[in-house]
């Protein structure tokens, strides 16, 4: 799953195992807010979820 995060939400979705940055295109071009969760820590996916719509919300 994937989420645009900032700030301390952001430090810890990379913190995770597994987590990467989202690179659509495949060619080294990461989108740097946006961070890739794997599916073996879909557990936090809620509280992701809910930090990124709170980013978006304040843009």
Do not use: C, N
């Not at 987590?19 to 969760?37: C, I, T, Y």
């Amino acid at each position: 799953m994937v989420f645009k995060l900032t700030g301390d939400d952001h430090a810890q979705a990379m913190a995770i195992e597994g987590a990467h940055l989202f690179d659509p295109s495949g060619k080294g071009r990461a989108m740097k807010e946006w961070v890739q969760v794997p599916y073996s820590h879909a557990a936090m996916w809620p509280s992701f979820a809910d930090a990124a719509h709170r980013y978006v919300s304040s843009l």
